[in-house]
């Protein structure tokens, strides 16, 4: 029987493989062999499928240190997922998506605003030859909350995402999106356990459950907002946000504030409509919440949005990413 020789491994009889595999460390390119790397932009016909536009098409969850300045000047360096999307024309084969990477990374070392994601996706346009153009910055921001009741002080986590968008008329989007736990008890399951109490003498407790509301709103231009002002918005809406350090006094507190801030899911939503609708900064918004119920296995949610005409709609689904 003829022995047969491996592409890429060695065979019976110490027969050597057809291609070698060895990675040689020492080469350098220069810019003449860099030249002759073929390139797939140059390619004709080689767009696979329908000769349509794609809307989006670009690198997701790359990530990298970021800068963001809170309330007070103080600068949080935060690890940051970036998403960055272009538009792409029918019969164009790609982007070329490492320079997607490599425009963020120039100014990695910035202080981020919505300027900087202005400048990038400006840049994203002109070099890449795309219509529309999209950043999405997701990270956890920090804020130092205080107790109730015993003056200590904790650090609460805030997930937010900054996207920005910048269409081929030169429209540019500014959306925050924010998220915010807080606790739910609620009035039915309350007034129920007082009615046991009062009744039969009964000891019972409402139902309460820990709770999410995700906010995203779009900013009215030339106007700023603040993560520390959404999350305020939140706080005075809702009340009931859920604690970092506490002893046995704010534990009390937290046990009256729930009592005294008892609400449905249609409640939170409606109190996060009036708190947002008063904000002249924020032009449109889209809220939704979710409460992880304690009395059912299944969870009760809620979607609403501003209203504008051909705004963000109420047409959220994603309640699996409200679980907290």
């Known amino acids: 029987m003829t022995k047969k020789s491996m592409y890429l491994h060695e065979a019976p009889g110490g027969r050597t493989p057809l291609i070698d595999r060895a990675f040689d460390a020492k080469f350098k390119s220069n810019a003449a062999y860099r030249a002759s790397l073929p390139d797939m932009m140059d390619a004709v016909n080689a767009a696979a499928g329908a000769r349509v536009p794609i809307q989006q098409v670009g690198c997701a969850n790359f990530r990298l240190p970021l800068k963001f300045r809170a309330r007070g000047g103080k600068i949080h360096t935060l690890e940051t997922s970036v998403t960055g999307t272009v538009s792409l024309e029918a019969g164009l084969k790609g982007i070329n998506m490492g320079r997607i990477m490599r425009l963020f990374y120039a ?24 219509f529309e153009a999209r950043i999405r910055l997701s990270f956890s921001y920090p804020m130092l909350q205080p107790s109730l009741r015993s003056g200590l002080a904790g650090w609460q986590y805030y997930r937010v995402a900054y996207d920005a968008t910048l269409n081929h008329a030169g429209q540019f989007r500014r959306m925050v999106e924010f998220d915010f736990v807080y606790s739910s008890t609620c009035p039915c399951s309350a007034e129920l356990a007082e009615h046991a109490r009062s009744t039969r003498g009964a000891y019972a407790t409402p139902h309460a459950q820990r709770s999410k509301a995700r906010v995203r709103v779009v900013l009215a231009n030339n106007r700023t907002l603040a993560i520390e002002d959404l999350q305020r918005h939140c706080a005075n809406a809702l009340k009931t946000e859920t604690q970092v350090m506490v002893k046995r006094e704010d534990e009390q507190a937290f046990a009256e504030l729930n009592g005294t801030y008892i609400k449905f899911v249609e409640d939170a939503a409606r109190l996060l409509y009036r708190e947002l609708a008063g904000d002249k900064r924020i032009i449109d918004f889209q809220v939704a919440c979710a409460h992880l119920e304690s009395l059912h296995s299944h969870d009760a949610v809620s979607v609403i949005c501003k209203g504008v005409k051909g705004g963000l709609r109420a047409d959220f689904s994603d309640f699996q990413s409200l679980v907290c």
């Open 107 to 130: 100014h990695a070392d910035e202080e981020f605003s919505f300027e900087v994601l202005r400048r990038l996706l400006a840049k994203y346009q002109r070099q890449i030859g795309s």
